[in-house]
């Protein structure tokens, strides 16, 4: 039995490693720009929307950007991440991620997914694994990125469940900050010292373990 009636869950990062494809088309992007870009600051990315993202890394450019450029290159570094995420497949599932989905299926909960990429529909489609879920936010909907816990709210209102009833999963600091901040109980995927805000840390969905939450 688990005391949870709900559990949300964040795509990249959680279900399948995007991180990768947003590295690499960041990059591209960056150093169009003549900015440094690596691994390192790829990782204060993660959580975070797009037009946030670009801030951050225009931020240690030399030149100031209009409103206009900076929608351009957001749109231009979305397009190298949609080739890069054309050609994904069921084999891009994180290990445990498939068997956590059917183990909170098989239990009666309900199972909602909160991702801030505008394109977590088409890369659900190509993992294949859509129709595991109740209910997927539509990034495009959501006024406030992670940390505020607007996203990982309207998953919880959208399944009908109460935010205290919800297990919320994610891999990044921002994202269990959103986690908390909605009043849920945060599973962080990674590192118990840098996701100090989680209430349980496991190194990956193999470790999903719904009873002992
Ligand atoms: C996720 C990723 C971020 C990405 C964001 C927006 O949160 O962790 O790295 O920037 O989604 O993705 P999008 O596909 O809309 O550009
Ligand atoms: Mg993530």
């Not at 870009?37 to 240690?60: Q, V």
């Not at 607007?150 to 990044?172: H, N, Q, S």
């Not at 109980?185 to 190194?203: E, K």
Request: charge should be negative.
């Amino acid at each position: 039995m688990s005391r949870f009636k709900a559990v949300i869950f964040d795509l990249d990062g959680v279900i399948t490693d995007t991180a990768h494809y947003h590295y690499l088309a960041w990059k591209r992007l960056a150093e169009s720009q003549g900015v440094h870009f690596d691994h390192a600051f790829n990782e204060n990315l993660k959580g975070i929307d797009r037009l946030g993202s670009l801030d951050l890394i225009l931020a240690s450019s030399k030149r100031a950007y209009t409103r206009e450029e900076k929608l351009a290159l957001a749109d231009e570094k979305n397009l190298h991440y949609q080739e890069l995420i054309a050609t994904m497949s069921a084999a891009d599932l994180l290990p445990g991620a498939v068997r956590a989905l059917d183990t909170v299926r098989a239990r009666g909960l309900r199972i909602g997914l909160a991702s801030v990429s505008k394109n977590a529909f088409t890369v659900l489609g190509r993992l294949g694994i859509t129709d595991k879920f109740d209910y997927v936010v539509d990034a495009a909907t959501i006024a406030r990125g992670k940390p505020d816990p607007e996203i990982f709210l309207k998953a919880a209102r959208e399944l009908g469940v109460a935010p205290e009833d919800c297990l919320g999963v994610e891999d990044a600091v921002a994202g269990v900050a959103s986690i908390k901040s909605a009043g849920m109980f945060a599973l962080g995927i990674g590192h118990p010292f840098v996701l100090t805000q989680a209430d349980v840390v496991i190194t990956s969905l193999s470790d999903f373990n719904l009873e002992s939450y």
